[in-house]
């Protein structure tokens, strides 16, 4: 295989570079909808009670927030680990290989 993905087979792969978990990402994200949207229900309850130039403002925050909120619970990690080809490959420490022992193994 000659393409980025067989170069990338023989990358090891660093505990720094690996992508959060999926799940945890979706529980990221719905603690995020409902934070937002409970602001959005203080801008609502806040419009009610509040005189009228700043109950305008409330209700047209509490009208604003659901896309918001929508676009920040859709909003995943595309973040890309940092290539590691920048290193020259001296500098990496490998386990080099040592001698071979031809023989068959019996039972």
Same mark, same amino acid.
């Given at each position: ?33 409902? %934070? ?5 229900? !203080?801008? &609502?309850? *806040?419009?009610? +009670? %509040? ?5 305008? !403002?409330? &209700?047209? *925050?509490?009208? +604003? ?6 676009m920040l619970a859709n909003a995943v990690d595309l973040r890309r680990p940092p290539d590691s080809d920048d290193e020259p490959a001296s500098d990496r420490p490998a386990i080099e290989q040592g ?9």
């Amino acid at each position: 295989m000659t393409g980025s993905r067989g170069q990338a087979a023989r990358r090891p792969v660093l505990i720094t570079s690996a992508h959060r978990a999926r799940s945890l990402d979706a529980e990221q994200r719905n603690k995020r909808y409902l %934070a937002t949207m409970a602001v959005r229900v !203080v801008c &609502f309850l *806040g419009g009610v +009670v %509040a005189p009228t130039p700043w109950n305008w !403002v409330l &209700f047209v *925050g509490a009208a +604003v927030i659901p896309p918001m909120a929508v676009m920040l619970a859709n909003a995943v990690d595309l973040r890309r680990p940092p290539d590691s080809d920048d290193e020259p490959a001296s500098d990496r420490p490998a386990i080099e290989q040592g001698p071979v022992i031809h023989g068959s193994v019996e039972d």
